[in-house]
């Protein structure tokens, strides 16, 4: 079945980096973008950047920009986020989401079950 | 960029409420909106898209409408399982949601 499976959570200190990687399975890889979105506990939901599996090209929102890297590995059918310098704000639940490349109308219809990130020293 | 604004950020209701939910865009997006909804501990869970057209198995008590910069998301019959957050969200280049909607039991 289509489904993202996310990896395991993570506990990282102020300063340090983190990856969190989101395989594919199910359907056409490069058919689909894959969004990352995050939610601080209590908080609403926030768009954090965007890959094209086709070609590996990458948006990033303007608050990431400098500090967010996104990958993917065609062969493994699987993308990863890196997010750099984290902060206590950066504790948060990282979701990878995918949406159709032919068209944004169709919204993000496949998500990962989520990564949590706790950052603390 | 564009932002998205939902209203209320909060409604109580009861089981059998018709409930609405709106998102405005602070520019014409056409009919590039989605709506999801969220319980807690969950993924968000996509249940309208292109403004208007329901995901395959989602109710049809739930409904979109809207174009342009006005949107709406509708509940006609408020059922126990339909108590959740709900987010608007838009993406075209970059991407946003709205800042939720939290449904709760009166």
């Known amino acids: 079945q289509v489904q993202l499976v996310q990896s395991g959570a993570e506990v990282k200190k102020p300063g340090a980096s983190v990856k969190v990687s989101c395989k594919a399975s199910g359907y056409s890889f490069t058919s689909y973008y894959i969004h990352w979105v995050r939610q601080a506990p209590g908080q609403g939901l926030e768009w954090m950047g965007i890959?094209?599996?086709?070609?590996?090209?990458?948006t990033y929102a303007q608050k990431f920009q400098g500090r967010v890297t996104v990958t993917r590995d065609t062969s493994a059918t699987a993308v990863s986020m890196d997010l750099s310098n984290l902060t206590s704000e950066d504790t948060a639940v990282y979701y990878c989401?995918?949406?159709?490349?032919?068209?944004?109308?169709?919204?993000?219809?496949?998500w990962g079950q989520g990564t949590t990130v706790t950052v603390s020293s | 960029d564009i932002q998205l604004t939902q209203s209320p950020s909060f409604l109580s209701a009861s089981v059998g409420d018709r409930v609405t939910i709106t998102c405005r865009a602070s520019q014409d997006i056409s009919s590039y909106l989605a709506w999801y909804q969220q319980k807690p501990g969950r993924a968000p869970k996509l249940l309208i898209y292109?403004?208007?057209t329901l995901q395959s198995g989602v109710p049809s008590r739930f409904s979109g409408s809207g174009s342009g910069t006005e949107f709406t998301l509708t509940i006609s019959s408020l059922q126990p399982e339909d108590f959740s957050t709900y987010y608007c969200?838009?993406?075209?280049?970059?991407?946003?949601f709205g800042g939720g909607t939290k449904v709760e039991i009166k």
């Open positions: 969200q838009h993406f075209h280049t970059y991407g946003t």
């Open positions: 890959i094209n599996p086709s070609n590996g090209g990458t």
């Open positions: 989401a995918r949406s159709s490349v032919a068209t944004s109308l169709y919204g993000m219809d496949v």
């Open positions: 292109a403004a208007s």
